[in-house]
């Protein structure tokens, strides 16, 4: 496929703290370039940027992050190090018996410290997931756009990985889903530097165009409606 996901991108009032949260909990570098705080993720774990906009809000946002534990121990400390660099617990409903546990980073966005022993991400790195309220549309539309398979696909619920393994990203419609326009979103590179390309493969998928930046990024919306993004290639 033409298109590279580059990164999930997540709109803050200050992105410089969740950033600095983000790369002390993932022991990620911070790299500031004219499109905000990114913070790469390599061959198989996803990146994240984020830019100035909107604060997250509990409830309101449709991605949420997954992170792994080796064991108990181990999630143990992964709490208390995203508590320490300001991170807070929150409730969102969960039962103790469920084992994870659900903070929100220094800009309000919610992540799960997910129990050790679970098969699902078993492999997957310390981002083990990004999930997504979406619907089995929007798996197929994003399994094609970036050439990953499924991995997952079990009535609505759908989970693509890359075939180089790493971060999986799944969709499953959520009781609150919410309505208003999505805080996160996919920020893609061309692949071959072709961006009129991508972005014609992307409308044939089922893309919709939005919009387009004066830094030259096309904005784009998924079956579901979710905005996302296309990055000129930088030149040179």
Request: charged fraction near 25%; aromatic fraction near 6%.
């Amino acid at each position: 496929m033409r298109s590279r996901l580059l990164a999930v991108t997540f709109e803050a009032d200050d992105p410089a703290g969740p950033a600095r949260f983000w790369a002390g909990l993932l022991g990620r570098e911070v790299v500031e370039d004219d499109g905000g705080v990114l913070l790469p993720g390599g061959d198989t774990q996803l990146g994240l940027r984020f830019v100035p906009g909107r604060a997250g809000r509990l409830g309101a946002n449709r991605m949420h992050l997954h992170l792994t534990s080796a064991d108990l121990d181990d999630q143990r400390h992964t709490v208390a190090t995203a508590v320490r660099l300001g991170g807070r617990h929150v409730d969102v409903g969960q039962r103790p018996e469920e084992g994870h546990v659900v903070l929100a980073d220094p800009a309000g966005y919610e992540f799960c410290v997910i129990a050790p022993g679970n098969g699902y991400l078993a492999g997957c790195g310390p981002l083990g997931e990004l999930t997504c309220a979406g619907t089995r549309q929007a798996g197929l539309f994003w399994s094609r756009a970036l050439g990953w398979p499924l991995v997952w696909d079990r009535g609505e619920q759908t989970a693509i990985q890359s075939p180089r393994g790493g971060t999986k990203v799944a969709w499953d419609t959520w009781d609150s889903a919410p309505v208003e326009p999505n805080r996160p979103r996919f920020e893609l590179l061309p692949a071959d530097g072709d961006q009129r390309a991508v972005v014609d493969e992307l409308i044939a998928l089922g893309a919709a165009r939005l919009d387009a930046r004066e830094d030259g990024t096309v904005v784009l919306t998924d079956p579901d409606g979710n905005e996302f993004c296309v990055r000129s290639p930088q030149p040179g």
